[in-house]
T-cell receptor, first 112, second 112 residues
């Protein structure tokens, strides 16, 4: 079975630009969560969506937004990029709202 | 404030030299304690979930245990392929959605 997939793999953007990251969950999983991982640190929770509704939001500014589609895939949008947004963005899916989370390979975002 | 702390930050082992990684947590109402393995540039790979004090789980050379304040990941007779960063994360009953609070990780290097 295919695991969680994310696209693109790598991305380079300039300060002030906007970016959209995409995630497809494991087949049958209805929950998608997004995390940001800065080099050398553990992942930080950004959002969780379950059945297309936002179930949780971490301590991130309003420049970060997300949505989930009817097929349970998800997009993370970041506006007005800052240098500090450079990180590995991870998507995780789970069967249920509080189930075990399985992570994708991540999208490496570099902001210059 | 909910907090997860891992020690040591880095661990160098000789092949076959068993050791333990520590994950201490200060959370209000633990739903579950998760262990992940992460290779450089990749997403975390799920290893174990522990739900109650006294619980133990094993997978090959890895064994995870849980007490009321901390969890241990024991690596028995490690091999070079066990080299990775090991992350622990806590899910709290009162947390937003399926939020996982991660520790900073322990980087393990196993030399042949």
């Amino acid at each position: 079975d295919a695991g969680v997939t994310q696209s693109p793999t790598h991305l380079i953007k300039t300060r002030g630009q906007q970016v959209t990251l995409r995630c497809s969950p494991i087949s049958g999983h209805k929950s998608v969560s997004w995390y940001q991982q800065v080099l050398g640190q553990g992942p930080q929770f950004i959002f969780q969506y379950y059945e297309k509704e936002e179930r949780g939001r971490g301590n991130f500014p309003d420049r970060f937004s997300a949505r989930q589609f009817p097929n349970y895939s998800s997009e993370l949008n970041v506006n007005a990029l800052l240098l500090g947004d450079s990180a590995l963005y991870l998507c995780a899916s789970s069967l249920s709202p509080h189930g075990e989370q399985y992570f994708g390979p991540g999208t490496r975002l570099t902001v210059t | 404030e909910d907090q997860v702390t891992q020690s040591p930050e880095a661990l160098r082992l000789q092949e076959g030299e068993s050791s333990s990684l520590n994950c201490s947590y200060t959370v209000s109402g633990l739903r579950g304690l998760f262990w992940y393995r992460q290779d450089p540039g990749k997403g975390p790979e799920f290893l174990f979930t522990l739900y109650s004090a006294g619980e133990e789980k094993e997978k090959e050379r890895l064994k995870a245990t849980l007490t009321k304040k901390e969890s241990f990941l024991h690596i028995t007779a490690p091999k070079p392929e066990d080299s990775a960063t090991y992350l622990c994360a806590a899910s709290m009953i009162k947390a937003a959605g399926n939020k996982l609070t991660f520790g900073g990780g322990t980087r393990v290097l196993v030399k042949p």
